[in-house]
């Protein structure tokens, strides 16, 4: 173990106690830049870093710096993702020690408002076989080199910091697993009650349908079932998404969230539909053009078709295609005053993804637009 090759004994308490800092309940970050800062203070070095490579192992993700002043850091500019000496730690890890670093043939990519550094010591953050990033310090203060001991000292903080980081991403994934059950649970529970109960209340309706007298409540049972049906369509699409998604929120949530927002200047919240996979086959791109289109339609809907009910029905089978429709005015789309809607930009948005853009209207029967893009 590193520390067993530490002789001060002040300098071997205070690691012990750095050390003892990985099991108090601290945000990974501030932990990071409180082992860099007593590595720094340690082996008197004037700079400290600490690197935390990205999954692949391949970059810097994280690097948390000590020893420069803000203005100091914001003139060098962006944070360094492992070139040079850094990137020389990274594919091969293992304690590096330079009395001159610029002297190294690895030593480039400085940026020019970088301060001149010295001496330099780095530390890979390992845990067993598992290398998690690096431990940097530069200019050793009155001396020209850093020791073996200073060595030992990084060494074993490093250490540390690997414990530290394989912890939280143990942490990560634990919540992400109890995630992932509760929404298999959400989507059992789902299919189990709510679903077989819905069905038996459309048999019971059927039943009563055929055996009504008065035409008026077969016609009205009728469009009942056919809500149950839709509604079972949603939540089967529902279903699929919580065991499938990988995308947190997701269009979907996207599209209710965006509709309770307009609701203020509509008058009214839009009923919303959806049928098929939304979250798991509409591309990004065209995510955030559906998002568009659903509100500037709303929008010129609620400026110019005084309507009291909106509607948005998103489905995606063999093609993606998005209806908006109002119970307002209407227009006549035969005459010029239809592009003053804003429709010639959701015509234009369509053809960007190859897709199409029909509306149909007519004076006080309201208006319905029909956008259609290939997944």
Known sequence: MPYTRVRDVKKLQRLMTAV?????????????RHIVEEARSLVDARYGALGVLDPSRTQLEQFVTVGLSEADETAVGPRPTGRGVLGLLITEPRPL???????HPESYGFPPNHPTMTSFLGVPIRVRDEVYGNLYLTDKVGAGSFSKEDEALVEALAQAAGIAIQSSRLHDQVRTLSVLEDRDR???DLHDRVIQRIFAVGMSLQTMARIADPTWAGERIERAIDELDATITEIRSAIFEL???SIPGGLRQSIVRLSEDMTPNLGARPELSFQGAIDNTVPTQTGDHILAVIRESLTNAGKHAHATQYQIVLRVGDDIVLEVADNGIGFDTSSSGGGGLGLVNLKNRAEKLNGTFRVISSPAAGTRLIWTVPI
């Not at 020690?97 to 002297?103: A, H, I, N």
């Open 186 to 188: 959400i989507a059992r």
């Open 97 to 103: 020690q330079l009395d001159r670093l610029s002297e």
């Open 243 to 245: 065991g499938e998604s």
């Open 20 to 32: 003892l800092m990985i099991t108090a309940d601290v945000e990974l970050q501030d932990l990071l």
